[in-house]
């Protein structure tokens, strides 16, 4: 089975704090993505990444920045937190073959930003 | 328009019930199609892929509509076990996925 792991589940941090969420896939990916979902507004995009080094801005990659120095590791960085930064944060990760590939998800991080 | 629509719900059903819900995207282009559920405070996942002549996977069918741009799921027999929210997943071509806002579904007792 894919194994997207998030290290962090629950963590609660002050304004202003530099945020690490970390994210490890054990199936060998090339793309990993990292999504946030609030209440209504569905998941949204963050970043994502389709190999080591690179990186893509999603949908919503302000107050935010990434990391992937290793194919299996893919970082969100929060550089300062904000309340508005209170939510739950998906990790995922997916084959690059094209079409038919399907998307595998973490726990999720549940950030809370006081 | 948003890229993905789906039933707004949510759908409250009695056990045994039969259901569907509908999904819209405006990409004709895309190529690839999924049902993911998400049960409350958890990740989504899987539930199956939707392929072009349709695919059941026991009490749940998919089907696609590549003409209409429109995706279904039919889940029959309903179980209490069956509620969550129902996410419909296009793959625009590429590597990025886009997610519908999910429809939500109860059933009940």
């Known amino acids: 089975d894919v194994k997207v792991t998030q290290s962090s589940r629950y963590l609660v941090k002050r304004t202003g704090e530099k945020v690490f969420l970390e994210c490890v896939q054990d199936?060998?990916?090339?793309?990993m993505f990292w999504y946030r979902q609030d209440p209504g507004l569905g998941l949204r995009l963050i970043y994502f990444?389709?190999?080591?080094?690179?990186?893509e801005k999603g949908d919503i990659p302000e107050g935010y920045s990434v990391s992937r120095e290793k194919k299996e590791r893919f970082s969100l960085i929060l550089e300062s937190a904000s309340t508005n930064q209170t939510s739950m944060y998906l990790c995922?990760?997916?084959?690059?073959?094209?079409?038919?590939?399907?998307?595998?998800f973490g726990e999720g991080s549940w950030l809370t930003v006081v | 328009r948003k890229e993905v629509e789906q039933d707004p719900g949510p759908f409250n059903v009695p056990e045994g019930a039969t259901v569907a819900f509908n999904c819209t995207y405006s990409?004709?282009?895309?190529?690839?199609f999924f049902w993911y559920r998400q049960d409350c405070r958890k990740e989504p996942k899987l539930l199956m892929s939707?392929?072009?002549s349709g695919n059941e996977d026991g009490r749940f069918t998919a089907q696609l509509n590549r003409a209409s741009q429109y995706i279904s799921l039919l889940i029959r027999d309903s179980k209490l076990s069956d509620s969550a929210t129902y996410l419909c997943?296009?793959?625009?071509?590429?590597?990025?996925?886009?997610f519908g806002p999910g429809t939500r579904l109860s059933v009940l007792p």
């Open positions: 990444s389709y190999d080591v080094k690179m990186k």
């Open positions: 199936m060998d990916h090339e793309n």
């Open positions: 997943v296009v793959n625009p071509g590429g590597q990025n996925f886009v």
């Open positions: 939707v392929y072009s």
């Open positions: 990409n004709s282009a895309s190529q690839s």
């Open positions: 995922a990760s997916s084959l690059n073959r094209g079409r038919g590939n399907t998307i595998y």
